[in-house]
Nanobody
Framework: QVQLVESGGGLVQAGGSLRLSCAAS????????MGWFRQAPGKEREYVAA????????NYADSVKGRFTISRDNAKNTVYLQMNSLKPEDTAVYYC???????????????WGQGTQVTVSS
């Protein structure tokens, strides 16, 4: 069982940066691939990025490639999403998720956090 709690969201101007954190409970965090997803009002949940259990492999959605960086610290049971050059279209609730493999498919992740709001003003 893994419990996930996101933090770090907020209001930022276009072009600014935010770093999201996702703290996990449980001693098996280092066994899970971790993903970040986002959902804007009226839209489906969208894949953002994912990282393998060891951190050696990362993958990004084309919409955030070159602007966002996913990382993890297994000693701290935490995964991060550094978001730079933010755009208004990045506005959404951001969720972290834990699963067995790196994938962009939400249903492949068994554990989800409650989400943190990111709002980018123009």
């Amino acid at each position: 069982q893994v419990q996930l709690v996101e933090s770090g969201g907020g209001l930022v101007q276009a072009g600014g940066s935010l770093r999201l954190s996702c703290a996990a409970s449980g001693r098996t965090f280092s066994s899970y691939a971790m993903g970040w997803f986002r959902q804007a009002p009226g839209k489906e949940r969208e894949y953002v990025a994912a990282i393998s259990a060891t951190g050696g492999f990362t993958n990004y959605a084309d919409s955030v490639k070159g602007r966002f960086t996913i990382s993890r610290d297994n000693a701290k049971n935490t995964v991060y999403l550094q978001m730079n050059s933010l755009k208004p279209e990045d506005t959404a609730v951001y969720y972290c998720a834990a699963g067995l493999v790196v994938t962009s498919t939400p249903r492949r992740y068994g554990y989800w956090g409650q989400g943190t709001q990111v709002t980018v003003s123009s």
